[in-house]
């Protein structure tokens, strides 16, 4: 992996698989907010990971609102495209009610 500054750089210049990495040094050091950020500058351009990720920091409220309703819009952008990890959590959200299903059919799909 990257050094930080080198990881710094390449996310500034807009690569969103170096913006989900240094969003994850950024979790790792318990800077949520700016955790939060990165994934969505690289969920923004369709990495999976990230939008998983920021899913997570959104049903949690870890350094964004809490929003079970953003939450599972990420998961499903992310689940929608393959992502398993994406699918479970998903399912998760449903399963205990945080959001509601929008009709049976789909529920079978996570």
Request: one cysteine or more.
């Amino acid at each position: 992996m990257a050094d930080v500054t080198e990881l710094r750089r390449m996310a500034e210049q807009g690569g969103a698989e170096a913006q989900y990495a240094f969003g994850n040094w950024h979790n790792d050091e318990q800077d949520y907010a700016k955790a939060a950020a990165l994934y969505h500058r690289a969920a923004d351009q369709g990495h999976l990971d990230a939008q998983c990720e920021l899913g997570l920091l959104y049903r949690d409220g870890t350094g964004v609102p809490q929003d079970d309703r953003e939450a599972a819009r990420l998961f499903r952008r992310a689940a929608n495209k393959g992502h398993a990890g994406a699918q479970c959590e998903l399912a998760a959200c449903f399963r205990s009610g945080r959001v509601a299903l929008p009709d049976l059919k789909h529920a079978g799909g996570y």
